[in-house]
């Protein structure tokens, strides 16, 4: 798969300069996911690029939150969880963009979690034996709420 995937991404246009080695991490796991549902091609490039850039951000202030022992760091009003929630309102649509098939969208089912998301997190936990790190991709994590927030 991951010889599929490395191939596929050296044809399509070349990511921005300023992507590191945790973008491109992000970009290979989504990019991987929609491989194998059949979706990934050219148009939805761009949002890829786009969701680990936002994604990359959102892991981060979420880290920085769950990691902060100041209490008055995690109020509402405070700057990293405003923009916490502005991640979230960037993250969600490109989400369901990238990842409602074209019959979910017929059904209307635009606010729900697509269905695959549980099967990666129960793939993720069932697959324990050592993996070789070199050329492996990282699965799909959806995005959770910070445990104080």
Do not use: C
Not at 100 to 110: D, I, N, Q, V
């Amino acid at each position: 798969m991951t010889i599929k995937l490395d191939y596929i991404l050296a044809r399509l246009p070349p990511v921005p300069d300023y992507f590191t080695e945790r973008h491109m991490e992000i970009v290979r796991s989504l990019a991987s996911v929609l491989l194998r549902d059949g979706t990934f091609d050219e148009a939805v490039w761009l949002q890829v690029q786009r969701y680990a850039v936002h994604r990359l951000k959102w892991d981060d202030i979420n880290f920085d939150l769950e990691t902060d022992d100041g209490e008055d760091e995690k109020g509402f009003g405070s700057p990293k969880v405003q923009r916490l929630a502005y991640l979230d309102k960037v993250l969600t649509p490109l989400e369901r963009e990238l990842f409602f098939t074209p019959a979910s969208r017929k059904e209307g089912l635009g606010s729900e979690q697509a269905s695959f998301m549980s099967l990666l997190t129960g793939a993720e936990k069932a697959t324990s034996a050592p993996v070789d790190p070199v050329g492996a991709v990282t699965p799909f994590r959806p995005r959770r709420r910070p445990v104080g927030g």
